[in-house]
């Protein structure tokens, strides 16, 4: 049996996370009353996406507000091979614009205590990303990982999820590793989960995916790496935000949304967020709920707001 782990405590895998009323994830249940074949207790029709899609594009407007918007909900993102101290110190000082700050900024493992000591009193927080970016199954060395990082004072945790074993069938696998890293993550460091929905060929499968992750912890389901050629699209993300509207009114879980990969122009975020505002509610979509996680949109972002050039940053990466 795979275990998780946390200060020298092996976690049994069949424990779960229940909400206390404020939507966070405060003690434990044994064991999982959710059944393996689950799949049948959940409801999502893929038919009607290009709807809400469409009613969305009627409702996205790329303008200054929504640039602002999309600035404060704004995971800024470096996760390069050639990363040093240099470009994260540089990273942490864009995170803080002319318009106002990003939510966080998201870096490899190495770099977590550069970006929190550049970043300061500005409240931007610092994420990481574990499990990055194959998405393994070993849950002890995932709750290693992420123990790691907490210590070194990560705010978020970015975790990938195990999608090709969930894909193949192994839900308990994918289980015990959420669970191992929101064990790990404790209830003060905030945990996304990347469900790498650009591999899953059915909407149906990440909208359970999707559930999975919500009810065994996370604080955000993500959409994408952005190591994989499709990261986040308006399909996906009506199917992740779907599920964090049953959750929610179905199991009383509050949790949020974070698209990431491609995410490029203002245009693109005005889409998403009108997407959630369809989905979840007018105003739902703020940094507690949502997040970007992208690099050169700040640019077209900040341009739509009408910073001069030279505030705006290089991108980094394929975000």
């Not at 193949?168 to 209830?187: H, K």
């Amino acid at each position: 049996m795979k275990v998780g782990y946390l200060s020298g405590q092996l976690i049994d895998p069949s424990f779960s996370f229940v909400p206390d009323g404020a939507g966070r994830f405060d003690g434990l249940t044994a064991p999982d009353t959710l059944p393996v074949h689950y799949k049948e207790c959940l409801m999502f029709d893929p038919n009607t996406v290009s709807e809400v899609i469409s009613a969305a594009k009627d409702k996205a407007v790329a303008d200054a507000d929504t640039a602002r918007r999309a600035i404060s909900v704004l995971d800024l993102t470096s996760l390069n091979d050639d990363d040093n101290e240099q470009v994260i110190e540089a990273l942490c000082k864009r995170a803080q614009t002319p318009v106002g700050n990003t939510a966080a900024v998201c870096v490899y493992a190495p770099f977590i205590e550069t970006s929190w000591r550049a970043l300061g009193q500005s409240g931007v927080k610092t994420a990481t990303v574990v499990n990055f970016p194959e998405g393994g199954t070993n849950a002890q060395r995932v709750g290693d990982e992420t123990a790691n990082c907490v210590s070194k004072g990560a705010d978020e945790i970015d975790l990938v999820f195990p999608y090709k074993a969930f894909l193949a069938g192994d839900v308990t696998t994918a289980t015990e590793v959420v669970d191992a890293t929101r064990m790990a993550c404790g209830t003060m460091t905030t945990m996304k989960v990347i469900l790498e929905s650009g591999e899953f060929d059915d909407l149906a499968k990440l909208y359970e995916a999707a559930r999975l992750a919500i009810k065994h912890g996370a604080n955000f389901v993500k959409t994408s790496t952005g190591k994989v050629p499709v990261g986040a699209t308006p399909e996906a993300a009506v199917a992740m935000l779907t599920a964090l509207r049953d959750a929610r009114d179905e199991d009383g879980i509050s949790a949020g949304f974070k698209a990431s990969g491609g995410v490029k122009t203002t245009e693109d975020a005005a889409l998403y967020l009108a997407i959630a505002d369809h989905i979840m509610g007018d105003g739902w979509a703020t940094p507690e709920t949502f997040r970007f996680g992208a690099s050169g949109v700040l640019t077209a972002l900040l341009e739509t707001c009408g910073a001069k050039p030279g505030d705006a940053p290089a991108a980094t990466g394929n975000y």
